[in-house]
């Protein structure tokens, strides 16, 4: 067990001298995840009432509510809470380090009303036996709010199913913060969804030559809102990084249907094997949905016949039959289609992940 420490002992342990009051406003600087390279300083300046409102326009966190960040507080998700608790008035609960069923023992033992996570902590706790989850009731938590890398409409439903309809999608960026947020009812409703785009935020998906495109086709993400990026510590002018209108473009491809923001991918992951354009992140979304994969990460490699080819990194579950490489051959042919086929299929213990959760697909070798 970890030892509970109230901020009324960390303040009688402080020291009582008088603080120089700050000549200019603090700033904040946050490091990217670096997942694509070594992370960088991003300076996102001291925030707002609009960016905090854009938020809570579609996440219901609640003035006086107790909340378990458990996600990184060097994270831009877990240091946007450990700032907004300080305006709404919540009450925060912390932990030195994540542990599956300890994340369970908190929601209940401090009576949360919310958490905030990344999504493969999400994972780990369902991979606990269901004779340690039934243990745990969680129906007075309102909300879990999920940020930091995709949630999987299969996970998404998992958690929901086992522990009730509180679970929020937010998808956003350390540049651009929050972009979209969906709710349970989105969840259930298109799984694997972005959500839709909150109060004083816009959105546009964009093609190459910077148009909106219609609804229904890929387009880059672009957004604008109440806090903006302000660039990289030591780097150059952002303004060559802004699209049409100001927008800072996430990096990630999505197309709009019915309201709701989808993502495909990073726009720099996109492969083209056989002439054909292919995301990743559509065959790790299948593949996810396979009773026996545990995890899955799909990269694109050089291939002397198509261009390139997919090779898919697959975790296996133990507690049912392996798959095997034609099973997750098979599986992706028959729901997503014949070029999205990964040739090559490895199977490993894990996958590499940084302090975030992210996977880091740069790590991936062969096991």
Do not use: Y
């Given at each position: 067990m970890?030892?509970?420490?109230?901020?009324?002992?960390?303040?009688?342990?402080?020291?009582?001298?008088?603080?120089?009051?700050?000549?200019?406003?603090?700033?904040?600087?946050?490091?990217?995840?670096?997942?694509?390279?070594?992370?960088?300083?991003?300076?996102?300046?001291?925030?707002?009432?609009?960016?905090?409102?854009?938020?809570?326009?579609?996440?219901?966190?609640?003035?006086?509510?107790?909340?378990?960040?458990?996600?990184?507080?060097?994270?831009?998700?877990?240091?946007?809470?450990?700032?907004?608790?300080?305006?709404?008035?919540?009450?925060?609960?912390?932990?030195?380090?994540?542990?599956?069923?300890?994340?369970?023992?908190?929601?209940?033992?401090?009576?949360?009303?919310?958490?905030?996570?990344?999504?493969?902590?999400?994972?780990?706790?369902?991979?606990?036996?269901d004779s340690v989850l039934g243990r745990y009731d969680l129906s007075a938590v309102q909300a879990i709010a999920a940020s930091g890398s995709a949630l999987p409409g299969e996970l998404s439903a998992r958690w929901m199913d086992r522990f009730g309809d509180h679970l929020y999608n937010i998808y956003g960026s350390t540049e651009c913060a929050w972009v979209t947020i969906a709710s349970p009812a989105d969840l259930r409703r298109a799984p694997g969804t972005a959500g839709r785009v909150p109060i004083g935020t816009t959105v546009r998906l964009l093609d190459a030559d910077g148009r909106q495109v219609p609804d229904g086709e890929a387009g880059r993400v672009h957004v604008a809102n109440s806090l903006p990026f302000e660039g990289y510590t030591g780097g150059p002018d952002i303004s060559a990084d802004l699209g049409v209108d100001g927008l800072m473009p996430t990096g990630d491809l999505g197309r709009w249907r019915d309201g709701l923001l989808f993502v495909e991918g990073r726009d720099d992951e996109m492969i083209v094997s056989g002439g054909e354009n292919v995301y990743p992140a559509q065959v790790e979304d299948c593949l996810a949905t396979h009773p026996g994969v545990a995890e899955v990460a799909v990269t694109g490699v050089d291939d002397d016949e198509y261009g390139q080819r997919l090779s898919a990194y697959v975790v296996r579950r133990s507690d049912v039959e392996p798959v095997d490489a034609e099973v997750v051959r098979t599986y992706v042919k028959q729901r997503v289609s014949g070029f999205a086929v990964p040739r090559d299929v490895h199977f490993v213990d894990a996958l590499p992940r940084n302090e975030t959760g992210k996977v880091v697909k740069r790590r991936l070798v062969l096991s």
């Open positions: 970890h030892k509970i420490v109230a901020l009324d002992e960390l303040i009688a342990r402080g020291d009582d001298v008088d603080v120089r009051v700050p000549s200019r406003e603090g700033r904040a600087v946050i490091m990217t995840s670096g997942t694509t390279g070594s992370p960088r300083g991003a300076n996102r300046g001291s925030g707002s009432l609009e960016a905090a409102a854009a938020l809570v326009s579609r996440l219901p966190l609640r003035h006086g509510w107790t909340v378990h960040v458990a996600a990184p507080l060097f994270h831009t998700w877990g240091w946007a809470h450990l700032n907004l608790s300080m305006l709404i008035g919540s009450t925060l609960v912390l932990r030195r380090r994540f542990d599956p069923e300890d994340f369970l023992r908190t929601l209940t033992a401090n009576r949360c009303d919310a958490a905030v996570v990344v999504p493969v902590m999400l994972q780990r706790v369902l991979e606990l036996p």
